[in-house]
């Protein structure tokens, strides 16, 4: 290969690169750039549009500071930010529980029905995620199955009302919508471990759950903690979910503050202020990420 290596040009190879490069820039620098100007810009005071401050000489730090105070114990935020994390974090467990044994049972004891397995896996994204949920909110309706179901089978003779302010929901409606994005990565991840290694752990005495705990569970660590990554990064912006499935400020995420200062307030710079926060707590648990992979790979090599 090297023989041949110098009959192409020096930057054929970098160039597959460019146009990923260009839809980064154009799709999410210049997009993110806007939102830095409308956070440290200004606000017309006739049309309340955002007035965005493009010339870093220019911009005023006013908002960001305000914003940051309300995320301090007893700020406007605060409750938000708690709710939003605890939302993120229950569903995130619920979705882990649910969809780990999943994903295993589909790498390891299925053959013949793998692919259609696989196949039903892949059809809610056939589906809009709207379409999705509006049909959990005629299943929770008052006259839903959900309630039929309870009342008949008297597990709860007097229904909740699910769609008004009912956290359960929308921390359900939050499983719903993003477990298949979880269980796809995670049967990756079980798909590349060496069968070889549990066949080695089972020689040396090791029983099922053993060689599970100690060889299987250890190797999928990573796959798990880059499929929770996938679905928590857009958990903590969502706002449509607990919108149409509640619809009550006392269920309210971040996403819906965000949503609300943009195209409800007059105040867009925060709105602005609060993506940009939002974005860097979530850069802090992709660098968790990076890192913990990147050790994990130094291990194995190590090895």
């Known amino acids: 290969m090297r023989e041949h290596s110098g009959i192409y040009p020096r ?5 597959f690169a460019l146009p990923g490069v260009v839809w980064l820039i154009l799709l999410f620098l210049v997009p993110f750039y806007a939102v830095i100007g409308v956070a440290f810009g200004g606000v017309d005071p006739i049309f309340m549009i955002p007035m965005p401050a493009w010339n870093p000489l220019e911009w005023n730090f006013d908002s960001m500071i305000q914003t940051l105070r309300g995320f301090l114990p007893g700020g406007d935020y605060w409750a938000v ?26 790498s390891r004891h299925t053959r013949r029905t793998k692919s259609v397995l696989l196949a039903l896996l892949v059809l809610p994204f056939w589906v809009s995620y709207l ?8 299943l ?9 179901f309870l009342a008949w089978s008297h597990i709860m003779p007097d229904p909740p009302d699910w769609l008004n302010g009912n956290p359960i929901s929308v921390i359900l409606a939050l499983v719903y919508g993003y477990i298949p994005y979880l ?13 070889s290694l ?27 903690l880059g499929a929770s990554v996938i679905i928590a990064l857009p958990m903590f912006g969502d706002y449509y979910t607990p919108n149409i499935i509640s619809g009550s400020p006392t269920t309210s995420m971040l996403g819906n503050q965000i949503d609300l200062y943009f195209h409800g307030g007059p105040q867009p710079s925060i709105g602005a202020s609060l993506t940009m926060i939002l974005a860097l707590f979530l ?5 968790y990420y990076m890192y913990s992979v990147a050790k994990a790979t130094r291990e194995v090599r190590d090895e």
């Open 11 to 15: 930057g054929l190879w970098p160039a």
């Open 81 to 106: 930010f708690i709710r939003t994390t605890v939302y993120v974090g229950l569903a995130l467990s619920i979705c882990l529980l649910v969809g780990y044994p999943v994903a295993y049972y589909i």
């Open 131 to 138: 379409m999705r949920m509006l049909a959990w909110v005629n």
């Open 140 to 148: 929770f309706a008052p006259s839903g199955y959900v309630n039929e």
């Open 183 to 195: 269980i796809l990565p995670l049967l990756a991840a079980l798909d590349r471990i060496d069968k």
């Open 198 to 224: 549990l066949e080695a752990a089972r020689d040396l005495g090791a029983n099922p759950f053993s060689a599970f705990l100690h060889v299987t569970l250890p190797l999928s660590m990573t796959g798990i």
């Open 283 to 287: 850069a802090v648990l992709m660098t």
